[in-house]
């Protein structure tokens, strides 16, 4: 199993998305395993998007993800990090494939609704920037983990 940092952009709360977006992860069957909603400060959100630093939408994007409030969440799958991306969609919106959460619900390549970890190493440090503490997050087991896979394949 592999656990992924995603974050409901300002975009989406403000839209009141919140709901609907946290369901398509949840339909697919990835566990939720932390969950915080925060208007998170300039310096973390900085940090997270420090591999943009050079780029000219850096300031816009700290910006507008400080704006309002953020939902992190914590999640866990196997392959949860690609999973995620291909559920999330093509960067800017507009471009992203119908069926995706940007594709169905988006317009925009800033405001693009979610953000996903591309690599277990982005994984592993901003799930550590976001969710810090041990007690943030919580490893549980699904009653019907046996149905989202195959016990025989995939849970042995
Ligand atoms: P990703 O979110 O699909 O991983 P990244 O290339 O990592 O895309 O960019 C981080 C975020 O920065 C994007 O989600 C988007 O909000 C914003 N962004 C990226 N490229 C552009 C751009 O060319 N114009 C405006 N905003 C951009
Ligand atoms: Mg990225």
Redesign the pocket.
């Known amino acids: 199993m592999e656990r992924t940092l995603v974050l409901l952009?300002p975009d989406a709360v403000q839209r009141g998305l919140i709901g609907k977006i946290l369901g398509r992860f949840e339909d697919k069957g990835l566990k939720i395993v932390g969950l915080k909603l925060r208007k998170f400060p300039a310096a973390l959100l900085e940090q997270h998007?420090a591999?943009?630093k050079e780029?000219p939408?850096f300031k816009?994007?700290v910006k507008?993800m400080g704006s309002g409030p953020v939902v992190a969440l914590a999640l866990e799958g196997k392959d949860a990090i690609e999973v995620t991306r291909k559920l999330?969609g093509?960067?800017?919106a507009r471009q992203a494939e119908p069926g995706t959460i940007r594709g169905d619900l988006g317009m925009s390549?800033?405001?693009?609704l979610?953000?996903?970890s591309?690599s277990a190493e982005a994984a592993k440090t901003e799930l550590a920037l976001f969710f810090p503490g041990a007690e943030e997050t919580v490893a549980w087991e699904p009653a019907n983990l046996g149905w989202i896979y195959s016990v025989e394949e995939e849970l042995r």
């Open positions: 952009k998007y591999a943009h780029r939408f816009n994007l507008f999330m093509k960067t800017n390549f800033s405001n693009n979610v953000h996903g591309d």
